[in-house]
């Protein structure tokens, strides 16, 4: 079993998308998984859930989007998405819902969190996108002290951009 990190929140972000472009695109749903390590092995999950977007006036799926990834694996889950989306501000004051859950249980709990994400160059940009268009900040930022907040791109970090020797590394050249 992999070990785990203790005493620190680990809040992940995923979206899925109608395509590579945020505007013509945009997105089909959010979700946020948080969770907290309860000793070298195991992990608690606090909160689980995710939200789905309509799509703004002029937002449409890419092709290859479309087919190589809803169609082809996907197709039930874009129906139920589909069914449940809510408008974009809505999405936007659940995420900062959401946010506040995750500093209500770091304050309760005395630990602080680190928000995650797999691609966060894409993911956590159009999340941030979303709540800039409705007047939050971005969610690097935290709203109550104005000081950056930890994030991780998970995808990095697992390729090995931690270990030492790589470029990123301590003794990079």
């Not at 995750?102 to 630990?111: I, P």
Request: proline share 5%; with cysteine.
């Amino acid at each position: 079993m992999t070990p785990v990190v203790e005493n620190i929140l680990g809040v992940a972000f995923d979206i899925e998308a109608r395509g590579t472009s945020v505007r013509r695109n945009g997105i089909v749903s959010i979700g946020i998984c948080v969770a907290i390590g309860r000793n070298k092995e195991e992990i608690e999950v606090l909160l689980k859930e995710r939200v789905s977007l309509q799509p703004l006036p002029g937002q449409n799926f890419e092709e290859r989007c479309k087919t190589e990834f809803w169609d082809k694996w996907h197709a039930d889950k874009l129906i139920e998405f589909e069914k449940e989306a809510i408008p974009h501000s809505d999405v936007a004051a659940k995420v900062q819902e959401w946010m506040r859950f995750v500093r209500s249980e770091a304050a309760t709990r005395s630990v602080p969190y680190v928000i995650l994400s797999d691609f966060k160059d894409f993911d956590l940009a159009w999340i941030n996108d979303l709540l800039d268009a409705n007047d939050y900040k971005p969610l690097y930022i935290d709203p109550e002290t104005g000081s950056l907040l930890p994030t991780v791109d998970t995808d990095s970090f697992q390729c090995g951009m931690h270990r030492k020797g790589t470029i990123w590394g301590s003794d990079a050249k």
